[in-house]
């Protein structure tokens, strides 16, 4: 029976690395600076938007499944001797009762980012709730929930580098014109497909009165109803009383 589950996990983790492999178009790095962690392999479509941006800004990175309610003993190794082996960063994603970052925080004094994830029937409220609500002394820099989060996560990590990795801070000063002349280009685009002014033209148009025919009579405008002063009384009242 041991065997049978230690081969099923040895099979798991090589479908991990293999997914991991191909979906990131990468290998794994040679000297990380970077350890991505996440509470089960069912985290990897969401976390590998962080690797995806560490992998943009030329930042090594590792990844691996470590949950801190089902492998505590492997977050706790992970988080103590991260700094040794040279992980300047540690960002940890999970969802439900998202314990992960928090406890990789309490172990080590490496900047921990944690990424909430959205898994749960509670669409993640309760992984940004417990990701987030450290108490005092304990600081985890909690992202957004979801891909947005990671893909934070990894320029986050990328920035707190940056602050002394003058490459690193050089292709984040490019990411963020690259992201304006994005923004740019689909405005452009947008302007291009759609008239802006069309919709206004045509609200004015249905104001307007139409022409009056050739010949026919100048529509009168309509008489205002004038309130007759009863001899000796007040006009009536014109809405209801106050
Ligand atoms: C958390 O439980 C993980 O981070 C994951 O988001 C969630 C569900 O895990 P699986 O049941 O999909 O393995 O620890």
Known sequence: MKHAQAIQFTFCNLQFTIYTIFSLKGVPMAKPVVGILMGSDSDLPVMQEAG??????GIE???TIASAHRTPKKVLEYSVGAEKRGIKVIIA???WAAHLAGVVASQTTLPVIGVPIDSSPLKGIDALL???????GV???TMSLGKAGAKNAGVFAAQILGTSDVKVANRLKVFKVEMERDVEEKSKRLIAITSVSAPIKAAAAAREPEPAAEGAPAKK???RRRWKKKPGGAAPAQGPAA
Do not use: C, N
């Open 52 to 57: 995806a941006m560490l992998q943009e800004f």
């Open 93 to 95: 994603g999970a969802g």
């Open 130 to 136: 417990a990701t987030a609500q450290m108490p005092g």
């Open 221 to 223: 405008k309509p008489r």
């Open 61 to 63: 990175y590792e990844m």
């Open 139 to 141: 600081p985890v820099a």
